[in-house]
């Protein structure tokens, strides 16, 4: 007997007959006699729906708002009512809990608060009594001031695994609309293979640089707390993906993810001196916008610097408002701005011990004449950006050239 978490992405909620469907995947797991904590999405697309409504009600795209969250919340209330009831209507024992009531304390602003604190007691009374709770993902309480939170978008992963980790689950299922983390995106690569097992340091990697199945938050609570993941699907029942601790070391390569987020700003023709980059990266700092991938060189002839570097899309006209208003007092001849471009990753636990990944990644995408912009490496990633005109060629070619389809069958073995 086991204390498990279950958590439920929006796909899997998006009406009554889903919500149900998902209700009996936590019946048949409490019958095997574990005890069962469910932490629910919103239903569908509610929260974008909420979202836009607060934006039209306020006109300014405030997501700090205090007020704004306690409309963002009302979401997962919907659907951990509904799970609640449609658990009780299987003849379970079952209620839901609120972010206030549990209650999962946060700090920081609105509209991505961070959790410091989760109390257990209800939950674990709940579940000792051989009880569901059914908590409502995505939102907390602010500590100060007293008000209902949210985590930001996506954030009811990290709820799942941050009250895993407090009730000292054994395991935390994160049912969602594919069967787990692939090697590659299916939709892109037809020789994506599902991924059997990786472990927390490729699971971040994989979440940071594009992989959609889990968030970035959830993927470094899990590692921390080290708590085992199963992510897989609502709608068959095939094994997904373990997340665990040293899992498969010696794998070099394990995914290929893309990340559609980025976009590329060149600041060309800078007095080569020293600060300029200091003063290029503080102006952007103080205005809230981090930046990526850095890359720096130098003209021959002239002696002048040019600086490039990612940052998000979204972030993009504010970032090139940044840089001109200090053009008088950091001269450069040219900026540049262009968010037709791509981060491609390769990642694998074992990349650190094995030589030539970085060689074979720049061969295979020169002999395809795509051309590298900004390369950035971590002990365990290699990424690249390039225009995003190549990104179907690129994934392929490198998918086929690291034989990613094969290397989950020898795992297997
Ligand atoms: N419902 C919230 C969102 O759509 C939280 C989540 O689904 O994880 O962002
Ligand atoms: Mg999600």
């Given at each position: 007997m086991a204390r498990v978490v279950q958590k439920f992405g929006g796909s899997s909620l998006r009406d009554l007959s889903y919500i149900r469907r998902a209700a009996q995947i936590v019946a048949r797991r409490w019958h095997s006699g574990d005890d069962v904590l469910v932490v629910v999405s919103a239903m569908g697309d509610r929260t974008d729906l909420l979202s836009s409504l607060a934006l039209t009600a306020y006109?300014?795209?405030?997501?700090?708002?205090?007020e704004s969250d306690v409309l963002l919340s009302i979401g997962e209330q919907e659907s951990a009512s509904l799970m609640a009831l449609s658990l009780q209507s299987l003849g379970l024992s079952a209620r839901s809990f609120m972010g206030w009531q549990i209650p999962i304390e946060t700090i920081g602003v609105h509209g991505k608060a961070r959790v410091k604190r989760i109390g257990t007691s209800m939950l674990v009374d709940t579940l000792d009594h051989r009880g569901i709770a059914v908590c409502a993902g995505f939102q907390g309480l602010m500590?100060?001031?007293d008000r209902i939170s949210t985590l930001g978008r996506g954030g009811s992963d990290t709820s799942a695994v941050l009250l895993a980790a407090s009730i000292d689950a054994q395991l935390c299922e994160i049912f969602t609309d594919v069967e787990g983390v692939y090697t590659s995106d299916p939709r892109l690569v037809a020789s994506a293979r599902k991924l059997s097992s990786i472990n927390y340091e490729e699971m971040l990697e994989i979440a940071s640089l594009g992989?959609?199945?889990?968030?970035t938050r959830a993927a470094a609570a899990a590692m921390r707390y080290k708590i085992p993941l199963h992510i897989r699907s609502t709608f068959s029942s095939n094994e997904g993906t373990e997340v665990g601790e040293?899992?498969?070391?010696?794998?070099?390569?394990t995914a290929l993810t893309h990340s559609e987020s980025d976009a590329k700003i060149a600041v060309l023709g800078?007095?080569?001196?020293?600060?300029i980059a200091s003063k290029i990266f503080g102006q952007l700092a103080s205005n809230g916008i981090s930046v990526d991938m850095i890359v720096q060189g130098m003209t021959q002839d002239e002696g002048k610097a040019h600086i490039a570097f990612t940052v998000l899309k979204t972030d993009i006209s504010r970032a090139c408002a940044a840089l001109e208003s200090i053009r008088e007092s950091t001269p450069y001849q040219e900026l540049r701005c262009d968010d037709n471009v791509i981060k491609l990753s390769l990642i694998g636990a074992g990349m650190n011990s094995s030589a030539g990944v970085a060689a074979r990644m720049f061969t295979t995408l020169a002999e395809k004449g795509i051309n590298i912009q900004i390369i950035a490496t971590s002990e365990i990633k290699i990424s690249v950006l390039i225009s995003a005109d190549y990104l179907e060629l690129a994934l392929r070619s490198l998918h086929g050239v690291f034989d990613l389809s094969n290397a989950v069958e020898d795992l297997k073995q």
């Open positions: 006109k300014h795209s405030d997501d700090e708002n205090a500590v100060r001031g992989g959609r199945v889990l968030e040293g899992i498969m070391e010696e794998r070099a390569v800078l007095d080569n001196q020293p600060g």
